[in-house]
Nanobody, 123 residues
Framework: QVQLMESGGGLVEAGGSLRLSCAAS????????MGWYRQGSGNQRELVAT???????NYADSVKGRFTISRDNAKNTVYLQMNSLKPEDTSVYYC?????????????????WGQGTQVTVSS
């Protein structure tokens, strides 16, 4: 079964940095897009950044110039380097991937989500 495992969240002061990681495991044949989303208390889940298999990136306006998404295709892993963090960046961060993998006896493309990791930025 394909699973995503996140790490790297925590508590940081405003202006500080954190690096999130998300690794996919299971029987995986290919991964297309990868991305990071976040959901603050009482808010809808919003896109933070995405990256294609070829390395093209897209960012929310609120994080441009501060966050950098990257991926290691050999490790089935996506990263989010977060610099100059602000209190409004406080959220649960989720990784997502579009994966061609084996689910029981089937091989298929599907969207997968991590369990979420809390990022808290204090003022």
């Amino acid at each position: 079964q394909v699973q995503l495992m996140e790490s790297g969240g925590g508590l940081v002061e405003a202006g500080g940095s954190l690096r999130l990681s998300c690794a996919a495991s299971g029987t995986i044949f290919s991964i297309d897009a990868m991305g990071w989303y976040r959901q603050g208390s009482g808010n809808q889940r919003e896109l933070v950044a995405t990256i294609t298999r070829g390395g093209s990136t897209n960012y929310a306006d609120s994080v441009k110039g501060r966050f950098t998404i990257s991926r290691d295709n050999a490790k089935n892993t996506v990263y989010l380097q977060m610099n100059s963090l602000k209190p409004e960046d406080t959220s649960v961060y989720y990784c997502a991937m579009y994966i061609n993998g084996r689910v029981e006896t089937r091989i298929r493309w599907d969207n997968y989500w991590g369990q979420g990791t809390q990022v808290t930025v204090s003022s």
